[in-house]
């Protein structure tokens, strides 16, 4: 069975050349970020997820977790493996040092989760919680609980988790029905939540639960949602554990995929009420949660990038290896490796080229969100801020629904091998499938795109970015390089198709929401791959320097302009009616009944 590699080559050209880690190391703060120390990082997370959580990514998937006696146990290897990730201080890369992190960029803690979410994305969901935990816990704690608790979650020694959902309520969160009721300093929790990932497990000695409930005098709805903390284990005051929550798994989930992260049902206070402390103020919790939220949108949107990236590496091996059918071309009828047929080459560019433009995305956002936490100026805080805002659910749901399409086309490629759970390829596409649902489905986030991100505020912001996106194009046009025309035509029309239908939404949607939300997934989409396609060909220019002035390895640059023209010409020509979609497509949708169907 194929392993994973971690593309260090193409992460140092994305982080150096493309998103501007110079740039990012010049902010206070930000200056132990120097290339050869986050190169230095990426060789270490590169062995660590290949050599230590890539091989265990076959063996979750095979053994699952068990749920004895309330205690889920992990997969054989699990726990080991968690317990040099802490070791190795890798949970708090992008944290607080005060508490234990290092206080590295986003913009390296995001290179660095690629690789642990490529080498097994059921294991890296934890680490992935916990982190979105201790963002919110830094944001909205107060000194209490920061003391009692941000250390031990920072370094990972305990773990995070987040409690959203009810039975009656999946997404719709004003209907939880979860209590909250004053205990002295603290509240007694009570209620069921479900789909809680890694809401219980045996890789940390605690777990810290992030709950949603209501208080007694709460307002019905989202603006009666309060936020508490409730550990496993309570914490004595000499930071200790004390004695059991009342809170236990009733169950975990049997699942499309990710079988090796357990997804638990939690009930809260079957025994008189879980303890739990409040965060921040009641009646603020949703509020404070899209802390934790926003920061696993963007880890999702990642996770769509890994598992590409991993999909893409086996169907690569295999179309090296698999000997198939005489090249078309050729006068001898001796079967070649099917890496050298047209179809397959067109299938194996598609996953490659849009896992990159994925990756270039995901990394170019979390430059902005370092530039929104450290830039001297605050406008420039600001703008960075709306461009991260812009652009958090178009990493979620563009990258997630483009590593779903990529492992598919891994199957593909290998044929009826790949429908073969033996094979491997098959467990790409069953874990990526929950990535387009995590963390508000698709098509919430392309709600919230079209509504909060562009209708609510004119299109200010993507038009902002329409306008630099149009600053290349002519770059491209007087290129002495045919390959640069070649990108320029169809660069020039996605965006004037993004500037279009960001335009009619921005002129619709106080009178017409529902038109809007009609084309909302296709808007989504049409972003995503406008900007994508955009880098790229940020990309190819900069490809197209270095080859020119002799730097860096040749192959590996003229790659990168075959990417962008590839992109280009086959995913790039679809934008344009992608827009007309956004803008006329809502007609059918309307008038469709719901009894129609």
């Known amino acids: 069975m194929t392993g994973y590699t971690a593309p260090l080559d193409e992460i140092r050209f994305v982080l150096n050349e493309l998103v ?25 997370a590169g062995k660590l997820g290949a ?52 206080g590295l ?16 994305m059921a294991f890296t969901l934890c680490p992935m919680l916990t982190g979105g935990a201790v963002e919110l816990l830094e944001k909205h704690g107060t000194t209490s609980l920061k003391a009692t608790f941000l250390r031990n979650l920072t370094t990972g020694k305990w773990t995070g988790s987040m409690n959203l959902s009810e039975p009656q309520a999946g997404s719709d969160l004003g209907r939880i029905r979860s209590k909250a009721t004053p205990d002295g300093d603290a509240y007694r929790i009570s209620g069921t939540k479900i789909y809680i990932t890694f809401g219980e497990h045996d890789m940390a000695e605690n777990i810290i639960h992030m709950v949603l409930a209501r208080t007694p005098d709460a307002p019905r709805g989202v603006h009666g949602i309060s936020l508490f903390l409730v550990p496993k284990f309570l914490v004595n005051n000499s930071g200790s554990l004390g004695e059991r929550n009342d809170l236990r798994c009733v169950s975990i ?127 420039a805080r600001a703008k960075a801020q709306a461009r991260v805002d812009l652009l958090t659910p178009v990493v979620k749901a563009w990258s997630s629904d483009t590593g779903i399409e990529v492992a598919d086309m891994g199957i593909q490629i290998h044929g009826g091998m790949g429908f073969i759970e033996e094979t491997g390829a098959a467990q790409y596409l069953r874990d990526a499938r929950i990535t387009s649902i995590y963390e508000g489905t698709n098509g919430i986030q392309a709600n919230d795109l079209v509504g909060r991100k562009v209708g609510r505020e004119k299109a200010e912001t993507v038009l902002s970015l329409c306008s630099e996106m149009f600053t290349l194009v002519e770059d491209l046009l007087n290129h002495k390089e045919a390959q640069m025309k070649v990108i320029h035509a169809p660069l020039k029309h996605a965006i004037e198709a993004l500037d279009s239908a960001s335009n009619w939404i921005a002129s619709t949607w106080g009178e017409n929401p529902t038109a809007v939300a009609a084309g909302a997934v296709p808007y989504l989409r049409l972003l995503g791959l406008t900007a994508g396609g955009w880098l790229l060909a940020r990309s190819a220019l900069i490809a197209s320097t270095k080859l020119e002035l002799s730097e860096g390895h040749p192959a590996f640059m003229e790659a990168k302009i075959i990417s962008a023209c590839f992109f280009a010409t086959h995913l790039l020509v679809q934008c344009p009616s992608l827009g007309t979609t956004v803008r006329d497509g809502s007609t059918a949708v309307l008038a469709a009944k719901a009894n129609g169907f």
């Not at 110079?22 to 206070?28: R, S, V």
């Not at 050599?51 to 004895?68: S, T």
């Open 20 to 44: 501007g880690l110079a740039d990012i190391n010049a902010l206070q703060g930000y200056e132990d970020a120097t290339p050869e120390v986050v190169d230095s990082i990426l060789e270490e």
């Open 253 to 379: 989930e049997h699942k499309l995929g990710i079988n090796a992260s357990p997804t638990a049902v939690m009930s809260y206070g079957d025994n008189g009420g879980a303890i739990g402390f409040l965060v921040g103020e009641e009646n603020r919790g949703l509020e404070y949660m899209f802390t934790m939220m926003n920061n696993e949108r963007l880890a999702v949107g990642l996770e769509g990038v890994a598992i590409g990236e991993r999909a893409y590496q086996k169907a690569l091996a295999f179309a090296r290896d698999r000997v198939q059918s005489r090249k078309l071309d050729s006068d001898s009828p001796e079967p070649v490796p099917i890496i050298e047929h047209a179809d397959v080459k067109r299938m194996l560019l598609t996953m490659k080229v849009q896992t990159e433009a994925t990756r270039a995305l995901a990394y170019y956002t979390a430059a902005h969100l370092d530039r929104s936490n450290k830039e001297n100026d605050e406008g």
């Open 105 to 120: 960029p986003w913009l390296v803690s995001t290179a660095v989760s690629e690789i642990w979410h490529a080498a097994n």
């Open 51 to 102: 050599e230590v959580i890539a091989p265990l990514n076959h063996i979750g998937d095979k053994e699952g977790c068990r749920l004895e006696n309330g205690e889920v146990r992990t997969p054989g290897g699990f726990k080991e493996a968690y317990h040099k990730f802490v070791k190795g201080g890798w949970n708090g890369l992008p944290f607080d040092p005060e508490f234990g992190g290092q």
